[in-house]
């Protein structure tokens, strides 16, 4: 399997589990539970706002117009 299949099947996955409700709801707690578990004073305040928000990497790049590994790079960046 080529590298290009791998991502290909990787968004694929994604777009399934987005399209089913309780599981869209079942990853958005997940990341909430996470922020929470991050908390306040964590070294990774854009991570934890984002979780905190709901949305993936890949959506907050789509919204911005860019791609996600820019948002990762933004979240290493905002270390303390």
Known sequence: MKKTDIIV???RTR???MCDPAKRAAIARARQRFAKELGADTDFPLTTLRLAAGPSQSDVAKRLN???P???G???ASTC
């Open 9 to 11: 099947d990787k968004h």
């Open 15 to 17: 777009e399934r589990l």
């Open 66 to 68: 860019t791609q996600q």
């Open 70 to 72: 820019a948002i990762a």
């Open 74 to 76: 933004s979240e290493r």
